[in-house]
């Protein structure tokens, strides 16, 4: 099992700057970059921002939150990413995008460097295969948000060794996170389930079978889900939810992934969720 030190994030989004923050807080030397010089020092500055709230709620004090930001290295080269031990790529849910980057990451990674995918669909064995170095490429499915989400599913591709897999399972355990192994199936096991649900009851307000509220209000009562799948749909994006779709539709070639109409329609209109301010619901 490899000795990881030093983590590189690619991506300053939602999700980078969560996986960053939690990376950070357990002992990790972070390096993070983001395309956009704008979206990263957002990212950073909301990092800290998260930080001096948990002061505020006594969850640490000042002098922790100020170890972990100095822990946390903003930069604007992917090459400075060079001495990286492991570095986690972060991007949007889109194949020629994370392909793009594996092939720059895969350039300028140290030898022996393990890269790894937030992707919650894609391919991992895929991906895999746009480096030079297959057996040291596996999934690190982190959920959202990072920080409170407990979960890692862990995924590995078709040439991805033990002990690269041993090693991000060691990463995820030590940033407090419980590591699942899935296999490299469309959707793994996640969102194999969950999302199939999310699009089905994107179907029944479709058919006019129930309000928003009263379909979440339904799930969360009569399930025990503490949120409905609807208002789930808006927090992970409804663009997000389309491409998992579409990549369990495409993958698995079973009529029941196809996506529904009224999620294509949302995103076409730029109904993305919380992150656009209007999805399912609308927010301020």
């Known amino acids: ?18 996986i960053a923050q939690v990376a950070a807080m357990s002992g990790y030397s972070v390096q993070i970059f983001d395309v956009s010089p704008e979206g990263l020092k ?36 992917m090459k400075e990413l060079k001495n990286c031990d492991l570095l986690i790529e972060a991007a949007t849910e889109n194949k020629a995008i994370k392909f793009d980057i594996f092939k720059k990451l895969d350039e300028v990674a140290k030898p022996g460097a393990i890269l790894a995918t937030n992707t919650s669909s894609i391919s991992i064995t895929e991906i895999a295969a746009v480096t030079k170095r297959p057996t040291l490429v596996a999934g690190m499915h982190f959920m959202n948000p990072v920080p409170v989400m407990k979960l890692v599913e862990g995924i590995r591709g078709l040439e991805t060794t033990d002990e690269t897999f041993d090693t991000v399972a060691a990463v995820a355990e030590k940033m407090g996170k419980v590591f699942v192994r899935a296999n490299d199936v469309p959707g793994f096991a996640v969102n194999r389930i969950l999302m199939p649900m999310i699009n089905e009851a994107v179907y029944a307000l479709y058919e006019g079978v ?54 294509k329609k949302y995103v076409l209109a730029g109904r993305m969720g919380k992150k656009s301010g209007r999805g399912f619901y609308e927010y301020k």
């Not at 490899?2 to 300053?12: K, L, R, S, Y």
């Open 210 to 263: 129930a309000s928003a509220p009263d379909i979440d209000q339904a799930m969360k009562l009569g399930t025990n889900q503490p949120m409905g799948p609807l208002e789930l749909a808006d927090f992970i994006g409804l663009d997000t939810c389309l491409a998992i779709m579409n990549v369990l539709h495409e993958g698995l070639g079973d009529t029941k992934y196809r996506p529904c109409p009224l999620l």
């Open 1 to 18: 099992m490899q000795n990881v030190q030093t983590i590189g994030i690619v991506g300053a989004g939602q999700m980078g700057r969560g």
């Open 42 to 77: 957002k990212g950073v500055d909301f990092i800290e921002s998260t930080l001096k709230k948990g002061v505020e709620k006594a969850k640490w004090d000042l002098a922790f939150v100020e170890k972990t930001m100095k822990a946390i290295s903003p930069v604007n080269d």
